[in-house]
């Protein structure tokens, strides 16, 4: 199959699976360029995932991931046979901006008894973990958690919070007697 020559580059037959991406126009062409300069810009492939596994990845269809690269909500850059890859900071982004978009309900019932609240009496945080002491009335309650949900619930030393506990064990024990002294 031949290509015709015209004054924006050659003249595509009507069915694009019939030739490469790359081959398609000249406009095609400065596109194909400029995402490739985009693909260099974000690093090697192994920074970069199929679209299939970016939409499972967000739960949603690869129909959803090409509409949002259509509004230009995500960007997809294509490979050099053509694949639309998405990098991984675009899917760690765009999660990111689903979690903080949604509209959570209150909770206004559960089935955890135990909920003690207090005062956060000491918070150490490094860059994965963090420790939250909570005193509550005669009890002080330690958690451990990301330091990431730290930062999301905005703790600080002097907040109120409410601690929950939920355990899968409970172990009872039984004083010794006091001794009588008569």
């Avoid at 580059?9 to 406009?27: D, I, N, Q």
């Avoid at 089935?111 to 002080?140: Q, Y």
Wanted: aromatic share 2%; with cysteine.
């Amino acid at each position: 199959m031949g290509f015709e020559p015209t004054a924006k580059g050659l003249k595509v037959p009507c069915s694009a699976t019939e030739l490469p991406a790359r081959a398609r126009s000249v406009a095609d062409e400065t596109a194909a360029e400029s995402r490739a300069h985009t693909i260099a810009a974000m690093g090697d492939s192994s920074d970069q995932i199929r679209i299939g596994r970016a939409a499972e990845m967000m739960g949603v269809t690869v129909d959803t991931v090409r509409r949002w690269a259509d509004e230009g909500r995500l960007q997809v850059v294509r490979s050099a046979g053509g694949q639309r890859l998405v990098p991984i900071e675009e899917v760690a982004r765009l999660i990111g901006d689903r979690r903080r978009a949604s509209t959570d309900r209150p909770i206004v019932a559960q089935s955890a008894r135990n909920r003690f609240a207090g005062i956060v009496t000491r918070i150490e945080k490094d860059r994965v973990a963090a420790v939250v002491e909570v005193l509550a009335g005669p009890h002080r309650m330690v958690s451990l958690m990301t330091a990431e949900a730290v930062d999301e619930m905005g703790l600080k030393i002097g907040d109120e919070a409410i601690c929950v506990v939920k355990a899968t064990n409970v172990i009872v024990e039984i004083p010794s007697p006091r001794e009588i002294r008569g």
